[in-house]
């Protein structure tokens, strides 16, 4: 199996992914059709309470 090259992703497409699957869209179809890994998708999903959210003062 050969080896994926790294990828980065912009906070912007982090939390449109994590609002697909907050609005419905299955996580195997998100991964799927986005060429994620699961444990990236995983960990978005999870931090999305706290640091994709705005902080106000």
Known sequence: MAKR???TFTKYFKQQM????Q????RKEIIR???LTPSSFDKWVS??????KEKTI
Do not use: C
């Not at 931090?47 to 994709?52: E, I, K, L, V």
């Open 23 to 26: 609005n419905g869209k299955s």
């Open 47 to 52: 931090q999305s309470s706290g640091s994709f």
């Open 18 to 21: 994590v609002q697909l699957y």
């Open 33 to 35: 059709e986005y060429d």
């Open 5 to 7: 090259e790294r990828r």
